[in-house]
């Protein structure tokens, strides 16, 4: 359980810092990493029609769409069997 949980909050944190990056990937927007611009350089700044679905969403939607992409990672990192502790392992006689 405590693995899980310790995933879970690695995805959340990941979900955080690649937000933006995962925004300019599928749109071209300008958006960058926190650290940088952020999403000063996004698109919908520029008054064009055609802005970022991601930028342009209500709150509600930013993290609606956080969460799935934090899901999936979550997935993703559990269904990969990492090397660890195997409690339930039989010993040979």
Wanted: one cysteine or more.
């Amino acid at each position: 359980m405590r693995r899980r949980l310790i995933t879970l909050a690695l995805a959340i944190c990941l979900t955080l810092v690649l937000y933006p990056q995962l925004c300019n990937l599928l749109f071209d927007c300008g958006c960058t990493w926190w650290f940088g611009e952020g999403t000063e350089l996004c698109n919908i700044h520029s008054g064009s029609p055609c802005g970022c679905p991601f930028c342009r969403a209500n709150l509600l939607s930013q993290l609606g769409y956080g969460a799935l992409l934090a899901l999936s990672l979550f997935l993703i990192a559990s269904f990969l069997r990492l090397p660890g502790k195997q409690r339930h392992a039989k010993k040979a006689r």
